[in-house]
């Protein structure tokens, strides 16, 4: 059975009372509301993780940061590396996010390199991949989606690959309001297990849990949710609602 994963992206938003506020109404409404068959994840900026960390003691909601260094340590001012994540209890990391890679120019390569080195250091990686508009309508995005798949993951091992949280995210849904149909999300994560069973075998690429992300709101997440590939979703704008939040968790 693969896991069920709600994630929340909080990007760059809310200060440390509000960022606060926010997890502690999340935890309290799961305890309340969510049987627990549903793993939720809050992945906020580096400055509060510590501080939610402490929040959240005795929930089982994950925490997770936004970005990594690829390197272990060392002069790379304003960079903040995996094993500082480990101290402060960070269990996951977004690797590869749509606006990384056009904002901070991340490549395939180089997220190779972050992968590497979050699963060195045992966090579990999210890792993104998606199309821009311009490739949808080309009807290209199968290929562009394998080829980021490929050249950031195919150097894993079968085990290390397992690790990995994979989340599709076409670029022109995300924060747009524009949502990809769930027969988009759908064929898009079925061709992602067709191609991680081509190189690691069904049973690995029956256990790997597959996000959709793009304007996912309680209004949708259900349908989305219902894909037989689809095992969760990552959620930007509607993170920042905890009401939001736990309806899109409670879709399922
Ligand atoms: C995201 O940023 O990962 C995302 C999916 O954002 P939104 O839900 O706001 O489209």
Redesign the pocket.
Known sequence: MRKKIVAG?W?MNKNLEEGQALASEVKHMAEDELSGDVQLIMCTPFIHLSTLKGLLKGSAIGLGAQNCSEHESGAYTGETSVDMLKSVGVEYV?LG???RREYFNESNELLAKKLDTTLKSQLTPIF?CGEPLEIREKEEQNKYVQQQIEESLFHLSAEEVSKVVI?Y?PIW????GKTASAEQAQEMHAVIRKQLEGKYGKEVADSISILY????KPANAKEIFAGEDVDG???????LKSRDFIDIAKSF
């Open positions: 992206n990007k977004i996010h749509s606006e993104c989340a995210e849904a995300i924060g747009t992300g793009g304007s996912v979703g990552l959620i930007g704008g509607a993170s």
